[in-house]
């Protein structure tokens, strides 16, 4: 519970003032973070970038002096920028373990954003840093530029979506429905992150669009620094972990037997996450080096830029939520439970590549051949349905059974395993150039039909640990708006305490 009042008197829409205020802090950080992810595989796996970073390509088994339009080295660069963009965003979702402690037991959910914010903000800078301004320091700025990125992004990423549940009092009906507008500042951001910043990139320069991406993340920044104090009171001041409730202060708590119970739901259900990711994961690393150099990207003689087909995801999110958010509530009792749809997520992540398989045979052994953009639209048509049967459901999950002194630790372990999955990712990825794109795609879609029917199979159990008793008194409004905020969480998660 708060103890504020300026920000739930002072409204918009109905709401309190500083839901506003995070759903833009975190539009721009999403911005800057999907604006870098459209375009990092493709800046790293240029011949430019590899002459200017003096990658060592003996390392990589080729000849240094070899042609650069020789297929092999082309491969080799491609596999590098993998393998760096797989270790990164492994190291993205495992700070935020460390971060969610700090945030709960030291600095408090604010003071974390905020640092946390400045830190990405100057990763991006000095990736941007052009190359003729730090010449022989090339690669020094671009390994600080990630090193600030990742720790930054561990303070910020599991703290601001649990300050959003802190605005409203329990039992507030509002908070649900704060999370759907929460989540369209997620969804927002990393449209305008693929189209600003992918298009500075591709048709301007990479450098520039890194640039972009750190001017984003600046006025995230900038507006939490400024108007924090004044709409969020005191919510994410204090560190959860010394917070007082009813029963004493939460850090002094032992668990229960019921709460060790909902964590282990939490950490076995997590851990199949690391399956979804290695596949969802794609879309930045071999899913878009297939978009750059194997599919028909012209339109009435313009071509647009790859990372633009990352922007489907977001679309069809906002697009489909409310479409899932009805459809569970119509199935009323049939509804599936929360393990079932983490295997329905996996089902659709099958169905993602058996699509790309289909772009894969198009272009047969032909590796200068084009496939129709369409194969790639439905594999993350498909993808994103996977996503909002499994992302926003997990993130409710953890919220909802998560010990309150292991809020923020717990939402940082889920992070770590999806951390797991794209660094599992990248080693998929390097498979597409070795053994081609149609073993590797349909090793995907096989692996994950797998682990979603032995998901499937686990599910009894899993619901039997959650010690959850569902309101069947709830009326058909109530379950609609819970439903919505559940598919809208996305990336966002709620705290309740």
Known sequence: MNSFSEPRSSTLLGHPKGLFLLF????????????????????????????????DMAYFGIDPTASESDQDYQLA????????????????????????????????QRKSIIVGGSFMMLGQFALGTPHH???????????????????????????????????????????DAAFTIFYMGINVGSILGYMVVGTIGEKVDYQYGFLAAGVGMLIGVVIQLCLSNRYLGKVGVEPSALQKSSTGIA??????????????????????????????????????????YNTDLEFLGWEMPASWLQSVNPLFIIIMAPMFATFWLRMGDAEPDSPKKFALGMFFLALGFVSMCGAALQIGDDTSAKASVIWLVLAYIFHTMGELCL???????????????????LMGAWFLFIGLGNKLASEIGKMVGE???????????????????????????????????????????????????????????????
């Not at 596999?79 to 700090?102: D, S």
């Not at 992302?391 to 630790?409: A, D, E, N, Q, Y």
């Not at 590797?440 to 599910?459: K, R, T």
């Not at 819970?482 to 309740?496: D, I, P, Q």
């Open 133 to 175: 301004l730090i010449e022989g320091l090339e690669t020094s700025f671009f390994w600080i530029g990630l090193a600030l990125l990742i720790i930054g992004n561990g303070l910020f990423k599991p703290n601001i979506s649990t300050m959003v549940g802190d605005l409203y009092d329990d039992g507030d009906k509002r908070r």
């Open 251 to 292: 850090n002094e708590i032992p668990l229960t037997a019921q709460e060790r119970d909902r964590v282990k739901v939490i950490l076995i259900m997590s851990f199949f996450t690391i399956v979804f990711w290695s596949g969802f994961e794609q879309a930045a690393g071999s899913m878009n080096l297939f978009a750059k």
């Open 435 to 497: 053994a081609g794109p149609m073993a590797a795609f349909s090793g995907v879609a096989i692996m994950a039909m797998v682990a979603g029917l032995i998901l499937w199979l686990l599910s009894d159990k899993l619901v039997s640990w959650m010690h959850i008793d569902y309101d069947t008194a709830q009326n058909e409004e109530e379950k609609l708006v819970e439903e919505l905020s559940v598919v809208a969480e996305h990336e966002g998660a709620k705290r309740e305490h």
């Open 24 to 55: 833009a802090t975190e539009m721009w950080e999403r911005m800057s973070y999907y604006g870098l992810r459209g375009i990092f595989v493709l800046y790293l796996s240029t011949i430019a970038t590899a002459g200017a970073m003096g990658w």
């Open 77 to 108: 660069l491609q596999a590098n920028a993998l393998n760096i963009l797989g270790t990164y965003a492994m190291l993205v979702y495992v700070t935020p373990v460390i971060g969610g402690w700090i945030a709960d037991n030291v600095w408090g």
């Open 391 to 409: 992302s926003p459901i997990g993130l409710s999950m953890v919220s909802k059974l998560s010990p309150l002194k292991f809020t923020s630790l």
